[in-house]
């Protein structure tokens, strides 16, 4: 569901660098120490002295501080002024910790400020949700659940250790939400709705593969026009699919015809609407036999392949949602990624038209007297 913007992949690098640095650093402070540097003597002892959880809190926000100031030449404006703060902070803070008492606060404050910020900014649409961003996030909750873990719980009254037990997993949950809504509300080209991920193909469809497309549509309504009635379906083999009572779409699958490559005699799946008034088949689904391999798309833009990430289901009950930004599933249930499908809708699809990815909103109402789920 998330990709790694072409913008940021540099981060990555930068990270790995700035870690490998910090090693580097650290021998040559213990060589000025021996040559008796007072502020390398200081910094070593500092150093020394923290506990390994204060050591890996430092880390983190060195790695967040890293990448952050590698993302600057990608980002112009505001966020790329407050990128080069916000690196510049962490890498301080991070110092910080082996040459100040008084850190933990900042610290607390600034990781928190930067996560709710990148929150707003991916809900308002200013920067879409990817792999390096989410990770950062994920390292900033790291480093701040160790933050307040080293704040001493002795010196705090009940009010302040409830707020702290409370405190963390709410922004967990917080930002979860939020990456959530900042991919869903506003997804990139390559996503048409939760999990699915568009086949690239040209922006304008040529002549030849508009035909090619309406040609594809004729057949497979020529081909569908006997399994109008689900039972002439389930005589041809196809049986209905694990589904959610609050989908009102249905699919039935033939596994017999799995191998099959877009053909409108042989579709992997049947979909039906339940309407009031029973089954009514609105499309079939083509399928390609394994995950990742794209299929033929005759009308190029028009006939354009999807498939599903992040999707958790559960052999114990039927368990069907979406991964976590942080790439979980509910407990009992594992990650899976479909095969790429296509859909060719049969009936009216409004301006979404007769290859989209899912079911037109409008003609869905219409069919089921309810909006998608």
Not at 51 to 66: E, I
Not at 350 to 359: D, R
């Amino acid at each position: 569901m998330y990709d790694i913007a072409t913008d940021h992949a540099s981060a990555l690098g930068a990270a790995i660098v700035l870690l490998a640095f910090g090693l580097v650093f650290l021998r040559l402070l213990r060589v000025l120490a021996r040559r008796q540097a007072g502020w390398a003597w200081r910094f070593l002892a500092g150093f020394d002295a923290a506990s390994p959880m204060a050591k890996l809190a430092a880390a983190l926000m060195l790695v967040s501080g890293a990448v952050h100031l590698a993302l600057v030449p990608g980002h112009d404006g505001i966020t790329g002024l407050l990128f080069i703060i916000d690196g510049l902070g962490f890498i301080a803070l991070a110092l910080g910790a082996f040459t100040t008492t008084w850190w933990r606060r900042p610290a607390a404050l600034w990781l928190s400020t930067t996560i709710v910020a990148y929150l707003v900014w991916v809900i308002a649409g200013w920067e879409a949700p990817d792999q390096v961003g989410i990770a950062c996030k994920l390292i900033e909750l790291i480093a701040l659940g160790l933050v307040m873990r080293l704040k001493n719980p002795s010196r705090a009254g009940w009010p302040r250790r409830l707020w702290r037990a409370t405190a963390f997993p709410l922004l967990v949950s917080l930002t979860t939400l939020g990456i959530w809504i900042g991919g869903l509300v506003h997804p990139d080209a390559l996503h048409a709705h939760a999990g699915a991920v568009l086949q690239p193909v040209a922006s304008v469809a040529t002549p030849e593969e508009r035909t090619a497309a309406a040609r594809l549509l004729a057949d497979t309504k020529a081909s569908l026009r006997r399994y109008q009635d689900p039972a002439a379906a389930v005589s041809a083999g196809y049986k209905p699919g694990p589904v959610s009572d609050a989908d009102p779409l249905l699919h039935f699958q033939n596994q017999a015809n799995s191998h099959a490559v877009l053909d409108p005699n042989r579709p992997q799946a049947l979909v039906y609407a339940r309407t009031p008034v029973g089954l009514k088949l609105v499309g079939a689904m083509y399928q390609m036999p394994r995950v990742g391999q794209w299929g033929p798309d005759p009308g190029g833009p028009l006939t354009q392949w999807h498939q599903h990430e992040g999707i958790c289901f559960s052999p114990f009950g039927f368990e069907f949602s979406l991964e976590t930004p942080f790439w979980t599933c509910p407990v009992g249930s594992g990650s899976i990624t479909t095969p790429p499908m296509l859909h060719v809708w049969i009936i009216d699809n409004g301006k979404s038209g007769p290859f989209a990815a899912e079911l037109d909103k409008a003609a869905r109402r219409q069919l089921t007297g309810r909006s998608s789920p």
